[in-house]
């Protein structure tokens, strides 16, 4: 993907799941409609006498949380993978995943926990949903656009 300046829409945004079985080989999910980023931080603070009642602050623990909506598309690599780890627990739902930013940028979970939280239901008209969060699990990697 190029490289993007300025302002963009969402969409190019793009997430991949490790779908080998050595981890390393990406795939992009397909029929992603949405995602949210919440970022879970953690905020040491105290009040010590010589700043005369003014609060200090130290972040001290990070966590991210990216929701997904999709729809389940089936003989997709990546959205059957995801599919799958509705029936796994413990280490079995992990898997790596990357968040690839337009500009280039390329956040890699390595370990990341794929919650699956929809997977198909809905009323009888509406096409499949598959709904997942994934969240960190230990520090990503960033690789900085080139």
Not at 109 to 129: K, M, Q, R, Y
């Amino acid at each position: 993907m190029a490289a993007t300046t300025g302002v963009y829409p969402c969409y190019k945004n793009q997430f991949q799941i490790g779908t080998g079985a050595d981890g390393n080989t990406m795939s992009n999910i397909a029929d992603c409609e949405t995602f949210g980023v919440a970022f879970d931080n953690g905020v040491e603070e105290w009040h010590p006498f010589e700043q005369e009642g003014w609060i200090r602050r130290l972040l001290t623990a990070k966590g991210v949380t990216i929701t997904v909506t999709a729809k389940r598309n089936v003989g997709d690599t990546g959205n059957d993978f995801i599919a799958g780890l509705a029936w796994e627990n413990g280490r079995d739902a992990e898997a790596p995943f990357q968040w690839t930013f337009p500009d280039g940028t390329k956040i890699v979970f390595n370990d990341a926990v794929i919650n699956v939280t929809n997977l198909g239901s809905g009323e009888s008209t509406n096409v499949a949903p598959l709904e997942f969060e994934v969240l960190s699990n230990g520090k990503p990697t960033v690789t900085p656009a080139a």
